[in-house]
């Protein structure tokens, strides 16, 4: 499993995958169960449960852990010519916005958009104002419909900005 600095992306579509490799990091670290509240602000039997994929963690669940690790939660898409069009999902009601754009771009109806991603008009637009978070699985499903993924990828440092003096 990669868990270096060679890790480029996880397509999240299935979490297990991601999961197993934030357990990895996890032991990695001797991070033990019980002391992961501590470390990321989720419950040992919730991190059981996305692990083993009897359960989807909330979407600001599953970033808050994946921060805690040293990743983000992306939105992407190719764009033309060899760039991506890319959204942190942290910012839940940008991210769905640009949803909501490209249902109308595409005049697709919200019946249409139901039927496509099986997630209701009344759940996405609860999203969309940060009234809940989706979990992990329709916020893939959602972002699918659109030529979307949803993937967690390793944060690149930022540039030290301090510059000395000369």
């Known amino acids: 499993m990669r868990t270096g600095a060679e890790f480029i992306d996880m397509n999240l579509s299935d979490q297990r995958h991601a999961m197993a490799l934030l357990d990895a990091m996890r032991t990695e670290r001797k991070i033990s169960l019980s002391g992961l509240r501590s470390y990321s602000e989720v419950a040992p039997n919730s991190f059981i449960k996305w692990r083993d994929g009897s359960r989807s963690p909330s979407l600001s669940s599953f970033i808050r852990l994946a921060e805690s690790f040293g990743f983000e939660i992306l939105m992407v898409r190719r764009a033309s010519g060899s760039g991506e069009e890319r959204y942190e999902l942290r910012d839940q009601s940008g991210a769905l916005n640009v949803l909501e754009s490209e249902r109308c771009a595409r005049r697709m109806s919200f019946g249409e958009m139901e039927a496509k991603s099986g997630i209701s008009t009344t759940a996405f637009y609860a999203w969309r104002s ?11 499903a959602i972002a699918e419909t659109f030529g979307f993924r949803i993937i967690m990828r390793r944060k690149v ?6 510059l000395s003096e000369q």
């Open 157 to 162: 440092a930022a540039p030290d900005s301090t």
């Open 130 to 140: 940060c009234e809940r978070s989706p979990l992990l699985c329709n916020a893939v």
